[in-house]
């Protein structure tokens, strides 16, 4: 009888412990299952929360638009009109430059060789203000060096009003592009304590419009202002270096030209 319940115990225990077996690798993937449905959701909702990054064309565009229309476009036309004109004068600058020493060379060489006439004609052949004040100078020798040399001046004069010719324009629009801007300022700051005024109480979002609006126009302009003041020192810079050329060339001319009397 004893034997027998030792039995009935021994099955009775191997019998639960197979069962707990049996159970245990289905709790513990239970207990995974809930471990991790959290981290899931979680980058779930991360994926879904990210959403994708504007290019800097798009966020320039977006923030051009919250600017205003009125006074945004009004910068964005001196942008446009100081560009063009910036352009412009680069273009003519760097054509109008020539090698002063080469010209110079060539000049005298003819002269030596040909007379006036063949130096009028090297300066003819050649572009450039340099070659236009020597064919000036060269154009009065035969009259004397004083009527060559109040023609080089005269005619330098000419030239530099025609380096300088649409120069104050960029000027101009680096001056009203930020002026336009701190207009927009004040403007936006109007319409934000209108707001206030309208509605009898402090918020943050009734202020907030009108201040971001100010602070965009007063951005854009700068940055065109900062654009244009780039381009208007170049083309101050090239300017200067044909005119010290032009001045170095006069001083050439007239020196060769004295030069070529005291041979005659």
Same mark, same amino acid.
Request: glycine letters at 8%; one cysteine or more; a negative charge.
């Given at each position: 009888?004893?034997?027998?319940?030792?039995?009935?115990?021994?099955?009775?225990?191997?019998?639960?412990?197979?069962?707990?077996?049996?159970?245990?690798?289905?709790?513990?993937?239970?207990?995974?299952?809930?471990?991790?449905?959290?981290?899931?959701?979680?980058?779930?909702?991360?994926?879904?929360?990210?959403?994708?990054?504007?290019?800097?064309?798009?966020?320039?565009?977006?923030?051009?638009?919250?600017?205003?229309?009125?006074?945004?476009?009004?910068?964005?036309?001196?942008?446009?009109?100081?560009?063009?004109?910036?352009?412009?004068?680069?273009?003519?600058?760097?054509?109008?430059?020539?090698?002063?020493?080469?010209?110079?060379?060539?000049?005298?060489?003819?002269?030596?060789?040909?007379?006036?006439?063949?130096?009028?004609?090297?300066?003819?052949?050649?572009?450039?203000?340099? &070659?236009? @004040?020597?064919?000036?100078?060269? +154009?009065?020798? !035969?009259? #004397? %060096?004083?009527?060559?040399?109040?023609? =080089?001046?005269?005619?330098?004069?000419?030239?530099?009003?025609?380096?300088?010719?649409?120069?104050?324009?960029?000027?101009?629009?680096?001056?009203?592009?930020?002026?336009?801007?701190?207009?927009?300022?004040?403007?936006?700051?109007?319409?934000?304590?209108?707001?206030?005024?309208?509605?009898?109480?402090?918020?943050?979002?009734?202020?907030?419009?009108?201040?971001?609006?100010?602070?965009?126009?007063?951005?854009?302009?700068?940055?065109?202002?900062?654009?244009?003041?780039?381009?208007?020192?170049?083309?101050? &810079?090239? @300017?200067?270096?044909?005119?010290? +050329?032009?001045? !170095?060339? #006069? %001083?050439?001319?007239?020196?060769?030209? =004295?030069?070529?009397?005291?041979?005659?």
């Amino acid at each position: 009888m004893k034997r027998l319940f030792s039995i009935l115990a021994i099955a009775t225990v191997m019998a639960f412990g197979n069962m707990q077996a049996a159970t245990a690798p289905a709790q513990l993937t239970a207990n995974v299952q809930l471990l991790i449905a959290p981290i899931t959701t979680t980058i779930q909702d991360t994926d879904e929360s990210v959403a994708p990054e504007e290019s800097f064309h798009q966020n320039l565009k977006k923030r051009f638009i919250e600017g205003g229309p009125s006074f945004m476009g009004i910068v964005l036309l001196c942008l446009i009109l100081g560009l063009a004109i910036a352009i412009e004068r680069i273009i003519f600058l760097n054509l109008s430059t020539t090698n002063s020493k080469k010209l110079q060379q060539n000049v005298e060489d003819a002269l030596n060789s040909g007379g006036v006439e063949a130096a009028k004609e090297v300066c003819r052949n050649t572009k450039g203000p340099v &070659a236009s @004040i020597y064919y000036q100078g060269l +154009d009065r020798a !035969d009259e #004397s %060096i004083d009527a060559a040399e109040k023609a =080089v001046v005269a005619y330098g004069g000419v030239q530099m009003g025609q380096l300088e010719k649409n120069v104050s324009w960029v000027s101009l629009f680096i001056a009203l592009a930020p002026m336009l801007g701190f207009m927009g300022t004040v403007i936006g700051m109007i319409d934000a304590f209108d707001k206030i005024e309208a509605a009898g109480d402090m918020q943050p979002s009734l202020v907030a419009g009108g201040i971001k609006v100010a602070l965009l126009t007063t951005v854009f302009g700068l940055i065109v202002a900062i654009i244009l003041q780039v381009f208007y020192n170049y083309i101050i &810079a090239k @300017i200067d270096s044909i005119v010290n +050329d032009m001045e !170095d060339a #006069s %001083i050439t001319l007239i020196d060769m030209l =004295v030069a070529y009397k005291n041979k005659k």
